[in-house]
């Protein structure tokens, strides 16, 4: 298991939620939660892999 943390002020965190929201369909109000992006079916694994793309060296968190 890989632990981290990435400071942000709050307009750019708002940014980075949105976008994850959007690219990977999740639709429900309230907290967005990393669970959200777990397990191995066809619409977790898409939304895994736009996780790994937002976190990665060159996404929205640079």
Do not use: N, Y
Request: charged letters at 25%.
């Amino acid at each position: 298991m890989t632990i981290g943390s990435v400071a942000t002020d709050d307009s750019d965190a708002a940014m980075v939620v949105e976008i994850l929201r959007r690219d990977a369909g999740i639709q429900q109000a309230g907290e967005l939660k990393f669970g959200h992006f777990a397990g191995r079916s066809g619409a977790q694994r898409r939304r895994f892999d736009v996780l790994t793309a937002t976190l990665r060296s060159g996404g929205a968190l640079r």
